[in-house]
């Protein structure tokens, strides 16, 4: 209850407690589902993080979603999130149509009439997408091999940094591919769509399970990706190959300190002088691996962090998209932005992309990935 | 992530959080591993050091000897107090109090606790009771009734506030915005209290309470002091944010909401804690580590129907004899048996009768300690989080 950012501001979300646990003694399977609210969940898994009993509200939770979802009519932009794989596939297509469209008086009416919201400007699109690079062919021969699960919104909406952080790992002297692969599913699940979320993942998984039979590793720049590779490919989404998938699935930053704690890697880090603010994504949290960025930007001659962690950025992906949940957003990213704010940092760092575009546009300071700082202090190594 | 670290801490509680500072402070690389939020959450806030005599560090001298306060001594207590007193003021959550001397703070029942150190917006909770007291609450909060207080006080006044929500989160998010501040105070303003101090439910936001409560007292002219509620309690919970952001601001590494799944040992060391996971689980490693995961309610013991066991380490646990001798007749009588229970350690906070070497045991965990009955929770945990973290940093 503490924890839950949703209920904080907006009184028609009982809580984690409430809606978890105390409701679920009276749901029942045969019985229709009826509370209404549990939409209003972000899955921001701060509750499970706090919960020191081991009990987790979220994932309670995330089960009546799914059963809410199936049972009731789903609004349209439930319908379109759920699926914002192919929606990020022919946005990207057509690019340079959408971006310009999208900032405009008229769209943004149109869109809220279907329930989107438009508090936040879109991202922009990309027509050469990551997935159109699978021809990219770096080092062949290396001791060690990662399959790059970039996730979509490094694929449609930041390629660039993709492509960085994937020439990147191939200066670390690693194998690295980026096969076909599919939307995560995380969004589809937080839609309350769990068959479109299962297809998805079944997807990913017999890749990725093919790959790591061969002896590769998955990394995942995306903190929210990396959530449903470890946590809900085996758990909610019970797939076969699940379990093969989570054990094998790094964080970049996790990893790059693997590479250099086993001495595969003795990278000399360049100063960069820049004062933070890192802005730890909820995901990242959940995952329970620490905050290896942050480990990575101790070594970082003259960069000064400070690390803030208590503040959902309150877009959840495509939560705060939703008009029903904007004011939630609103609030919850005025509240983060003051936060950082605060600092008062040269830019904001954060390993989401949701969360980056939130808090740059409350916050009006420049939000980057941690990946940028790190492939900046490594430059002269792989030059 | 695995990581190694020259001490892990194993619990993120006051103890272990304090243990944490102060190894980072002697520049150690240090890591704590907890399973979720600490019970200080749930507190009033308050330090309690030893409520059962006036002057709480003297009156360490007469607890009995196998105490664990003894390990520390009433000089390394009090320099530990004031380096907790620091390390919240740096983190805008001043505390005030004398370390000689116990106070008492106002509960939500009209009664009165004592305690030795408060939060700041507590600092004018302890007032005689002929003086007036105003007591105000918000419309439709939930298990706080001022008439519990008014009904205790002759001298009493109260006044409802509608802040628009009605659970304790909800309303202290409204007071770090200042437009709803001025408006708070405007109200109280035109309620025209005519003397006396004014008592409000610790919901005075979440990050700058003490700044919030003194603007309101410097706008009124009156002495204006926090009363705890039943959780969540944003005293507990302002206090576990200051440690937790003194943590971050040192550079301390925190794994945080996994349960430790198993325990690497190499003859006599402890070589490295894996955490439970979905998929592939975390290893934490260390050259040495600190036990701080507290008693029974905190996890640390679990007790069968017969015997207590420790949770982590399956360290030996002493026990006060058989069940039957666990518990006083009468539940509110204070010091049942088993609050003895615990980790007995030698003077260096190394547990006895165990190969191990590498480990130190803080807290309330510690045999003897018994909290409730001397109300030294708090106090204890610092005091012995910060002493056993000095024995351990000079061996890392």
């Known amino acids: ?383 | 992530m695995s990581g190694t670290y020259d001490v892990v801490i194993i619990g993120g509680g006051m103890s272990g959080m304090m243990a944490a500072i102060t190894l980072a402070d002697m520049g150690r690389n240090v890591a704590v591993v907890s399973r979720g939020d600490p019970v200080c959450c749930l507190s009033t806030g308050c330090i309690d050091v030893l409520a059962t005599c006036n002057d709480p560090l003297e009156g360490i001298g007469s607890l009995p000897d196998n105490h664990p306060y003894h390990l520390v001594g009433e000089a390394a207590a009090r320099t530990s107090l004031e380096m907790f007193k620091t390390v919240m003021s740096g983190e805008g959550g001043v505390y005030v109090g004398n370390v000689h001397a116990n106070r008492r703070i106002l509960t939500p029942l009209g009664r009165h606790k004592v305690t030795c150190l408060v939060p700041g917006t507590m600092e004018f909770a302890d007032f005689h009771s002929d003086e007036y007291i105003h007591v105000i609450s918000f419309n439709k909060m939930k298990d706080f009734y001022p008439n519990y207080i008014t009904s205790n006080y002759k001298n009493a006044g109260c006044s409802i506030f509608d802040a628009g929500i009605s659970t304790t989160m909800g309303i202290a998010e409204r007071f770090e915005s200042r437009q709803f501040l001025e408006g708070f105070i405007s109200w109280l303003k035109g309620l025209d209290i005519p003397e006396g101090r004014i008592a409000i439910p610790a919901v005075l936001g979440m990050h700058f309470a003490v700044d919030v409560c003194n603007e309101i007292s410097v706008e009124l002219g009156r002495k204006v002091f926090e009363i705890p509620t039943l959780p969540p309690s944003m005293p507990g919970l302002r206090l576990f944010g200051g440690l937790k952001n003194a943590l971050l601001k040192r550079g301390v590494n925190l794994y945080w909401g996994k349960e430790i799944y198993s325990v690497e040992k190499s003859g006599s060391q402890i070589e490295a804690v894996t955490l439970a996971s979905a998929g592939r689980s975390a290893r934490v490693q260390g050259n040495a580590f600190i036990l701080a995961t507290g008693s029974f309610v905190s996890g640390g013991l679990h007790a069968s129907m017969d015997t207590a066991r420790e949770t982590v380490f399956d360290l030996p646990v002493y026990l006060p004899g058989k069940r039957e001798s666990w518990f006083n007749d009468d539940f509110f009588a204070p010091g049942h048996a088993i609050e003895k229970s615990g980790i007995c350690v030698d003077q260096s906070f190394r547990p006895v009768d165990t190969e191990i070497e590498n480990l130190f045991v803080c807290g309330s965990i510690l045999a003897f300690s018994e909290v409730m009955k001397y109300s030294c929770g708090h106090g204890m945990a610092i005091a012995t989080g910060v002493a056993a973290a000095n024995v351990c940093g000079e061996l890392v």
């Open chain 1, 1 to 383: 209850m503490a924890n839950c950012p949703v209920s904080r501001v907006n009184p028609e979300f009982p809580g984690p407690k409430q809606a978890g646990p105390d409701a679920e003694r009276f749901r029942s399977d045969d019985e229709m589902s009826i509370d209404k609210w549990i939409r209003l969940c972000n899955q921001c898994k701060r509750c499970e993080v706090a919960c020191p009993y081991g009990v987790n509200p979220a994932e309670i939770i995330l089960r009546e979603q799914v059963r809410y979802g199936g049972k009731h009519f789903r609004p349209l932009a439930s319908r379109v999130f759920a699926n914002n794989y192919w929606l990020g596939a022919v946005s990207s297509v057509i690019a340079p149509v959408v971006n310009r469209l999208s900032p405009m008086k008229f769209i943004k009416r149109i869109l809220n009439v279907f329930g989107i919201s438009t508090y936040l400007p879109f991202p922009q699109f990309h027509i050469h997408t990551l997935s159109r690079s699978w021809r990219w062919k770096g080092r062949q021969r290396s001791r060690k091999k990662v399959v790059f699960f970039y996730g979509c919104f490094l694929n449609y909406n930041r390629p660039d940094l993709g492509r960085d952080v994937r020439d990147f790992l191939a200066s670390l002297g690693l194998r690295v591919i980026m096969p076909r692969q599919v939307c995560c599913g995380l969004p589809a699940l937080g839609n309350g769509d769990i068959e479109t979320a299962r297809k998805f993942a079944r997807k990913n998984a017999r890749i990725l399970a093919g790959y790591i039979d061969r002896g590769y590793d998955v990394i995942y720049t995306c903190t929210s990706c990396g959530l449903a590779l470890t946590q809900d490919y085996p758990g909610i989404l019970d797939l076969p190959d699940g379990r093969k998938v989570s054990e094998n699935s790094y964080n970049l930053h996790e990893y790059i300190l693997k590479l250099m704690e086993e001495h595969y890697i003795e990278p000399v880090f360049e100063p960069f002088h820049r004062k933070v603010a890192y802005h730890i994504p909820c995901h990242l949290r959940a995952l329970g691996i620490g905050y290896p960025a942050a480990g990575l930007f101790e070594k970082i001659p003259g960069l000064e962090t400070h690390i803030l962690e208590d503040n959902c950025c309150g877009l959840s992906g495509s939560y705060g998209f939703k008009r029903s949940n904007e004011d939630t957003a609103v609030k919850l990213g005025i509240t983060a932005a003051r936060a950082i704010k605060d600092v008062d940092p040269d830019m904001l760092v954060s390993d989401c992309g949701a969360c980056r575009m939130q808090l740059a546009h409350f916050s009006g300071i420049p939000a980057i990935d941690p990946s940028e700082i790190l492939i900046k202090s490594l430059k002269r190594n792989h030059e």
